[in-house]
């Protein structure tokens, strides 16, 4: 029954892969973004013809026929003639709550390089950058203290694209309009680190670009936000290599030739971004995929935790390679506003709280006719009285606060072991889990995560995975154990071709699964 079942899961999962179309298939669509490259030229060139003698002088005729690889904004070439090789590289964008990250990938000799903001980043290796940006009263957005601060960009983003910021601000702008500044900001500085620290790598070199950047995987379900995000990452690209400086004059005005560029990809030239080299992929998917060219890659069912600053991001789905390429099947994801940022506010909210009743206590104790309290009066003062206060943090705070995060682990397992997957073989086994983001430090996370009571649903407990950091990655100082904070921008340097085939949510068809229940 055991293998039977499992026959069938991998028939459903089979079918759910057909049933899924492409637009066009890898082969088309290199094709056509190699027209896009060599106008006219020979549109099969690639990158294994680099640095043959006949592509040389190929490769000056295109010379001539691109467009500066910079006008007033940054440069995105080395050199504007001269080269003797084109590449791919791959700009794979981690746009995070709390900090975003970026790692650029040759996919030529796979390897991968993280981008370090130096003194704006929040860790003393410059890999995070915290997402935020500030506007001055001139209307121009820096990365930099410089005026009225913006925060919280991706949540407003997600929550409301077009909402006006409600900060007192001289200017009105949407959620859309800030996150295409901070965007822009980011990937000047990052373009501009990269061909400055690898200049004599590149400096004969013509770059193509791509741009991949990750959504939570509940939200990959949800095509208007998908566009949202292409949109943001192609006016943010458009700001960045036009304009020197980022202002709200030129976020408008790129948001308004972005739409016209997805309308109209034909009339895109560069520097600007074309449509196509802009993918948006699944964070869970983007966080994995070292795990999937590693030794420790295991196919089947997976459940990945990843604990941010503001979200709490749960998924299960299933590596298989059903036609001997990965494929990577996402079955049921939550997403809540349960991140370690959220915990200490709230905490530090009830904190307040608790202090101010034991002020009030003091206060009204003062009547004219009792002496003044003694200054230590005003705090704690036996370590009953802190234990106390202790107590009551943990119990109006933190036990609730656990409770809901362990409520959307056991919503996902349970969905996808009941409803979806209910025959799965593998629900019988140890089911493998990573546990990721900067939230995934915190003992008390981990700790609710591996004391999953699964033993009432017939499973046993989880089976904690670290990611592995993988090889060809280059990122002096990251310690091994901290890779899983920049395994999401490592995945999103992956080509699509290269991370091949996602399957979301909604294309698992109920039609698909009630047949294969049905055989069952």
């Not at 990937?187 to 400055?196: D, E, K, S, V």
């Not at 995945?491 to 399957?503: N, P, R």
Request: hydrophobic share 35%; glycine share 4%; with cysteine.
């Amino acid at each position: 029954m055991s293998s039977y079942s499992g026959r069938l899961i991998k028939e459903a999962l089979s079918k759910i892969s057909r049933h899924k179309e492409k637009e066009s298939s890898p082969e088309s669509r290199s094709e056509d973004l190699n027209k896009i490259r060599f106008p006219r030229g020979d549109s099969t060139q690639s990158n294994k013809d680099v640095g043959k003698p006949d592509n040389v002088s190929r490769q000056k005729e295109e010379d001539s026929r691109l467009l500066p690889s910079y006008i007033d904004g940054i440069r995105t070439q080395i050199k504007e003639e001269g080269y003797l090789e084109t590449k791919d590289l791959v700009i794979g964008f981690d746009f995070g709550t709390s900090c975003s990250k970026i790692i650029v990938q040759d996919v030529v000799i796979k390897t991968c390089y993280a981008i370090s903001f130096k003194e704006i980043a929040i860790d003393r290796h410059g890999y995070f950058v915290p997402s935020q940006v500030f506007i001055n009263d001139e209307s121009a957005f820096s990365l930099e203290s410089s005026g009225n601060l913006l925060k919280d960009i991706k949540i407003r983003l997600m929550d409301s694209p077009d909402k006006i910021y409600d900060e007192g601000l001289a200017v009105d702008l949407t959620a859309v309009e800030v996150t295409v500044a901070f965007i822009a900001l980011v990937l000047q500085r990052a373009i501009t680190w990269f061909l400055g620290k690898y200049q004599d790598v590149y400096r004969n070199t013509h770059i193509i670009w791509q741009l991949n950047i990750g959504l939570p995987s509940r939200s990959y379900d949800d095509k208007s936000m998908c566009e949202v995000f292409r949109l943001v990452a192609l006016a943010g690209w458009r700001v960045a290599v036009l304009n020197n400086e980022v202002t709200v004059d030129c976020v408008k005005e790129s948001i308004k030739n972005s739409r016209i560029d997805i309308r109209k990809p034909d009339k895109v030239k560069a520097p600007v971004l074309h449509p196509d080299y802009v993918e948006i992929i699944p964070e869970v998917i983007s966080e994995v995929i070292g795990y999937a060219r590693s030794p420790l890659r295991n196919e089947g069912l997976h459940l990945l935790v990843d604990i941010g600053a503001s979200t709490f991001d749960v998924s299960i789905f299933t590596l298989h390679s059903p036609e001997g390429e990965d494929c990577y099947t996402i079955w049921t994801a939550e997403v809540e506003l349960l991140g370690c940022l959220r915990l200490h506010r709230q905490r530090i909210s009830k904190a307040n709280e608790i202090m101010d009743n034991n002020l009030l206590k003091i206060d009204e104790s003062l009547n004219g006719m009792t002496p003044l309290p003694e200054i230590d009066d005003y705090f704690p003062e036996t370590t009953h009285e802190l234990r106390e206060a202790v107590r009551e943090l943990r119990e109006n705070i933190d036990v609730p606060f656990f409770r809901k995060c362990k409520q959307r682990i056991y919503s996902v397992v349970l969905n996808a072991k009941n409803y979806i997957l209910p025959l799965y073989p593998s629900w019988k086994k140890r089911l493998p889990v990573f546990i990721c983001g900067g939230g995934s430090y915190s003992s008390e996370y981990r700790e609710l995560i591996e004391d999953c009571n699964l033993e009432a649903f017939g499973m046993p407990r989880f089976r904690v995975i670290e990611l592995p950091k993988p090889e060809g990655l280059d990122a002096v100082g990251l310690n091994p154990k901290n890779y899983h904070r920049m395994a999401v921008a490592y995945g999103l340097s992956f080509s699509i071709d290269d991370i091949k085939e996602i399957i979301p949510p909604h294309v698992v068809a109920e039609d698909i699964i009630a047949e294969m229940h049905e055989k069952i």
